[in-house]
């Protein structure tokens, strides 16, 4: 779809040794969520993402929030050219060793998404699922997951049903500092198409941390310039 580069990128697929771009204290909370569990999630791809993009012609392709790497990993074992961004170095020594296991090249960037070097317009489908992106008065990491489409590439954005609203057995989760679908959506102009927006039940793969979420909010648009 498009033969564009993003010139910031080291040419191999080894962790970044340039350290952490972020705020430390996202990256610390993360680390101690993955470090407290041999494995977070369940190792196997997102049902969304595999449903959503059937049809898709192969490309360049970001995973927002990669985790443990099983979108990754699956995503370059159909053909993409896969980058994957995380903020926790415990994840993304995990995502690289299933990578080396699978024998498949990703590019890792450890970093948060407002704070990576990402060549706008780089990526013809931009993959975030169920990612926890913190909000920003100037919706920062709406516009950076917006910007990083090509022209013609796929914004594909899944998160739990329900999650934008505070529930009282969670006090020390507010919904209010987190970006949801609708934010995103609320941003889209005559640049963009929506070909999904819409509540369904979530195909989720079995084990790993979230599986008693029952339904997705699914927002696929596509950058038409």
Known sequence: MTDNTAESFAPDTRLPADGYSGDPEVRAEWDNRYADRQQLWSGRPNGALVAEIAG??????????????????WLAREGWDVTAIEVSGVALERAAGHAADAGVTVRWVHAELTGAALSPG????????YP?????????AERAL??????????LLVHHAGMDTRHEHDAEFDPADYVWPAMVAALLDDDWTVEVDEQRPRVAPEGGAGAHHTDDV?????RLR
């Open 146 to 155: 917006l910007a990083a489409v090509a022209p013609g590439g796929v914004l």
């Open 56 to 73: 898709l012609t192969p490309g360049r392709v970001l995973d927002v929030g990669c985790g443990e790497g099983a979108d990754a990993v």
């Open 218 to 222: 699914v927002l696929r648009a596509r």
């Open 122 to 129: 780089s990526f013809d489908l931009v993959s975030a699922q």
């Open 132 to 140: 926890a992106l913190l909000r920003t008065p100037d919706a920062a």
